[in-house]
């Protein structure tokens, strides 16, 4: 019971279709599996109350509400559910990112519409849930922000702009935040997760590119060194969980890459 009645705010805690288990619903599955009460929001409504239903089953207290990213009203307002109902704020878990989807690109055929778009979801809005979470952290002396980015932020032989961008920048704000709010007891670190076999990561690119589950999922595994083998969302969930626990307590400004010894094969 490692968050024992800690509140919980899991920005992205619903998932895309497709198979398996996304790192926000698995994240959610986790916590509340340690004590902790959850607010699950996501802009798919239906996607968060599947988390909260999922939560309820297994015993954990799971709220689901919807929120968008792309709007700081609606941060600013999950934030505010979630003191009024609870009284204070653990952790601001940020799980939210798009890529293809998103219209992500190789340079040459990149867009300024995809700029836009990627880095509302994957950057602004981490950004604008922490501005409004902080006062509430400062006021009460202590909080954990916990955020999903990726290798390819430090990847030079990731091909997607706005992706990359997006979440080199979630690193050097997380530091940011690290370092200007430790006075107050205050955390902040950023996952970085490999290759995972997720509806995100996988399943996209099978509605993208028309290519069977089976063959995306042969070329990931053989790009991983450990056991040539995909981690899955469990590996960032319980990355995520030691971070926002008090096992991390000393702990802040950190990138913790969660991705099978990808990042060792830099210099292939």
Same mark, same amino acid.
């Given at each position: /019971?490692? /968050?024992?009645?800690?509140?919980?705010?899991?920005?992205?805690?619903? !998932?895309?279709?497709? %198979?398996?288990?996304?790192?926000?619903?698995?994240?959610?599955?986790?916590?509340?599996?340690?004590? @902790?009460?959850?607010?699950?929001?996501?802009?798919?409504? %239906? $996607?968060?109350?599947?988390? @909260?239903?999922?939560?309820?089953?297994?015993?954990?207290?799971? =709220?689901?509400?919807?929120?968008?990213?792309?709007?700081?009203?609606?941060?600013?307002?999950? +934030?505010?559910?979630?003191?009024?109902?609870?009284?204070?704020?653990?952790?601001?878990?940020?799980?939210?990112?798009?890529?293809?989807?998103?219209?992500?690109?190789?340079?040459?055929?990149?867009?300024?519409? *995809?700029?836009?778009? =990627?880095? @509302?979801?994957?950057?602004?809005?981490? +950004?604008?849930?922490?501005?409004?979470?902080? &006062?509430?952290?400062?006021?009460?002396?202590?909080?954990? +922000?916990?955020?999903?980015? $990726?290798?390819? #932020?430090?990847?030079?032989?990731?091909?997607? =702009?706005?992706?990359?961008?997006?979440?080199?920048?979630?690193?050097?704000?997380?530091? !940011?935040?690290?370092?200007?709010?430790? %006075?107050?007891?205050?955390?902040?670190?950023? +996952?970085?997760?490999?290759?995972?076999?997720?509806?995100? #990561?996988?399943?996209?690119? =099978?509605?993208?590119?028309?290519? &069977?589950?089976?063959?995306?999922?042969? /070329?990931?595994?053989?790009?991983? &060194?450990?056991?040539?083998? /995909?981690?899955?969302?469990?590996?960032?969930?319980? *990355?995520?969980?030691?971070?926002?626990?008090?096992?991390? !307590?000393?702990?802040?400004?950190? *990138?913790?890459?969660?991705?099978?010894?990808?990042?060792?094969? @830099?210099?292939?």
């Amino acid at each position: /019971m490692r /968050m024992q009645d800690k509140i919980v705010v899991l920005i992205g805690a619903g !998932q895309s279709p497709g %198979e398996g288990v996304g790192n926000g619903r698995a994240a959610a599955l986790l916590f509340a599996r340690e004590g @902790a009460k959850i607010l699950a929001v996501d802009r798919n409504l %239906e $996607s968060a109350r599947e988390t @909260a239903q999922e939560v309820t089953k297994q015993g954990g207290e799971c =709220v689901p509400l919807t929120g968008d990213v792309t709007s700081e009203a609606d941060m600013a307002a999950a +934030i505010g559910f979630a003191r009024e109902k609870w009284g204070r704020i653990d952790v601001l878990h940020y799980n939210v990112g798009v890529s293809l989807s998103g219209g992500d690109s190789k340079l040459q055929e990149f867009s300024e519409e *995809a700029f836009d778009r =990627v880095n @509302a979801i994957n950057l602004r809005g981490y +950004i604008m849930a922490v501005k409004h979470a902080l &006062p509430v952290m400062r006021e009460q002396g202590f909080g954990a +922000i916990v955020a999903i980015s $990726s290798v390819a #932020a430090l990847s030079t032989v990731y091909p997607n =702009v706005a992706y990359k961008t997006s979440k080199a920048g979630m690193i050097a704000f997380t530091e !940011q935040v690290a370092r200007q709010n430790a %006075e107050f007891g205050i955390r902040a670190n950023v +996952i970085l997760p490999g290759l995972l076999d997720t509806p995100m #990561a996988v399943d996209t690119r =099978v509605r993208q590119w028309g290519t &069977p589950r089976s063959e995306i999922v042969a /070329m990931r595994n053989a790009k991983v &060194p450990l056991r040539n083998k /995909m981690g899955t969302a469990w590996d960032s969930a319980y *990355a995520a969980l030691f971070l926002a626990s008090d096992e991390a !307590q000393f702990i802040t400004g950190v *990138a913790l890459p969660v991705d099978g010894g990808g990042l060792l094969r @830099a210099g292939d």
